[in-house]
């Protein structure tokens, strides 16, 4: 079947965000979701901890506000997270009629009866036990409740390992994108287009986040005009799995939660000389207490690690919580009911991100966004553990509220067309064709070095003189980018234009060719936005400007490369 180049809507990403999106849409509507591989991968499928939720009488919504605008350090929107709070449990009802297997735990009732209710747990800044999982894997259990049903539905059309590279505007207005798909690059039309393409931590060399996570929806966004906010502020998870080999696996928050220990090589609790909440303090609190104790005790501060010991919990605790977790490690040697797990930071959460408001709307009418590529408000400076997945669904509920006219299935208007080429692009074909391949080579070189400088200069502690220093070296590179053969020539594409990718440049390339792209526009707007904000505050530390300062506490906007500040934010 040839590809459809005409939808209501077009979701792209198909993590939680876009998932659920996509199924509370209205089912009038033709619906396609693009996936930069097979349905699951992102993200949300890798998150461990759980969904926050008021849904227990000893909770409240007052105290769950409160411990996301704490730990948000003056930058959340209080009608956002307000917003999150007060629709949180009407979605996870959503969510269990949907199937979704949270545990339970059985609760003694009059005699020998007894019932079962929603298990929660406690994690880091929460006051409350409030967190709902499913074992480890409660991002699994979610991605792939939802994934089952959108495969179901016969309106939504799921178009795996395809690419967005562009979105489509006209007179102002998102039209639709460029799209990555079979062997071609094609134009498609929708009437609105949701970006739910997740973070961006592939542009940092430590990193929690799959492949796919390559800031994909805010670069797009970027480039298209629209207005994003706080980019400056990234999350770097205090306890990733860091062993010689292994990928930086996450060890859950909610492993401290049920009273894990975190360790020096001596044995000693370190983080209580950085706060009083000692491991459960907030993730940034948590990470750069890590960072400034390495920095002073390991002989090796950038190959250093502290410890994770979970002898205070008891073993058929840890076995009925946190099956993923000892089997990951098992893989790599280390017995977690007998040793310690050996963890450091890692990038893991992008706070900032396209500037959205609470209908999903973005500055560009007919461009919505859902999930990490925004930046809703509720997370402020630094996001509150397991706030992340409940946003996915809040937010994407919204979209069955937007007003979406179908498109006209009329027989003067099919949905799907031959692809034809005009002759510059035969043009453009052939002479790419001709091109020697070594700018895959170079590209592969840029992308290796990318996330090192950016660890380097935007990781956890940060400072204007190598902050300064990374932008010079990013332009740079994004102008040898952008001077590549294959570079000039994608760029000479333009709507309604299609083509098919020329002989010896695969898919792959191509897909590699976007990401690279999108990794040096988001590294640059986090640099920028590093250097414009001299304070500290939340995910972001400079060395320089230790301390927050109250005349800080507005969001850095950039819309076309022209940066401002924001109104002061109230209390």
């Known amino acids: 079947m040839p590809l459809p180049t005409s939808f209501d809507v077009i979701v792209v990403g198909a993590g939680a965000a876009g ?47 409160a411990d996301t605008l704490r730990a948000g350090a003056g930058l959340c929107d209080r009608s956002a997270v307000e917003f999150l709070v007060t629709h949180a449990a009407p979605c996870i009802d959503s969510l269990v009629d949907f199937g979704v297997a949270f545990d339970r735990v059985s609760v003694p009732l009059d005699g020998d009866r007894s019932s079962d209710k929603l298990a929660l747990t406690l994690e880091a800044a929460h006051s409350r036990p409030r967190v709902l999982h499913a074992a ?27 690419f967005a590279l562009d979105l489509w505007l006209e007179a102002g207005k998102c039209r639709g994108i460029s799209l990555l798909y079979q062997g071609q690059i094609s134009w498609i039309t929708a009437t609105a287009v949701v970006l739910a393409t997740g973070g961006g931590g592939q542009v940092y060399a430590q990193t929690t986040n799959p492949d796919v996570s390559t800031g994909d929806g805010v670069a797009m966004a970027h480039r298209a005009g629209a207005l994003l906010r706080d980019l400056e502020f990234f999350q770097f998870h205090p306890t990733a799995l860091t062993k010689v080999g292994a990928p930086r696996f996450l060890i859950s928050e909610a492993v401290r939660g049920e009273g894990a220990h975190l360790v020096d ?75 310690l797990i050996p963890v450091a930071p890692a990038a893991h959460y992008w706070m900032g991100g396209i500037d959205t408001d609470l209908m999903t709307q973005t500055s560009i009418p007919g461009l919505y966004a859902v999930g990490e590529t925004t930046s809703t408000g509720v997370h402020g ?84 003189t190598s902050l300064a220093a990374a932008i010079d070296r990013a332009k740079f590179l994004q102008v040898e980018f952008n001077n590549l053969p294959i570079s000039r020539s994608i760029y000479r594409l333009t709507p309604p234009q299609t083509s098919i990718l020329p002989t010896g440049i695969s898919e792959l390339d191509l897909r590699t060719w976007g990401e690279t792209r999108n990794l040096l526009e988001i590294g640059l707007l986090i640099l920028t936005g590093a250097v414009m904000r001299t304070e500290s505050r939340g995910g972001h530390y400079r060395t320089d400007f230790p301390t927050i300062d109250p005349t800080w506490q507005v969001h850095t906007l950039v819309c076309k490369d022209s940066w401002s500040k924001s109104n002061s934010i109230e209390d």
């Open 381 to 464: 400076a630094n996001r509150l553990a397991s706030n992340s997945l409940l946003e996915c669904v809040v937010f994407g509920a919204q979209l069955n509220k937007i007003s979406i006219p179908a498109q006209s299935l009329a027989a003067e208007s099919p949905i799907y067309s031959t692809l034809t080429e005009s002759p510059e692009l035969d043009l453009w074909v052939e002479q790419l064709a001709q091109t020697p391949a070594d700018w895959a080579d170079r590209i592969q070189a840029i992308r290796q070095e990318l996330p090192r400088l950016m660890w380097q200069a935007a990781g956890i502690c940060r400072e204007q």
């Open 265 to 339: 090589d001596n044995g000693y609790r370190f983080t209580f000389d950085y706060h009083p909440a000692g491991e459960l303090a907030p993730r940034d609190v948590v990470s750069q207490a890590i960072f400034s104790h390495l920095q002073k005790h390991s002989p090796d501060p950038a190959q250093g690690c502290v410890w994770l010991d979970l002898s205070p919990i008891p073993a058929a605790k840890i076995r009925h919580r946190f099956p993923n977790i000892i089997k990951v490690c098992q893989h790599w040697g280390i017995d977690i009911l007998n040793e």
């Open 136 to 162: 480890d894997t409660t991002g699994r259990a979610l991605v792939s409740t939802l994934a089952d049903r959108v495969l179901a539905q016969p309106n939504i059309t799921v178009l795996t390992h395809a």
């Open 19 to 65: 998932l659920y999106s996509a199924l509370c849409l209205p089912a009038n509507l033709r619906v396609a979701i693009v996936s930069k591989a097979s349905l699951p991968l992102s993200a949300s499928d890798w998150a461990q901890g759980g969904i926050a939720a008021v849904v227990d009488p000893q909770d409240s919504v007052e105290l769950h506000v």
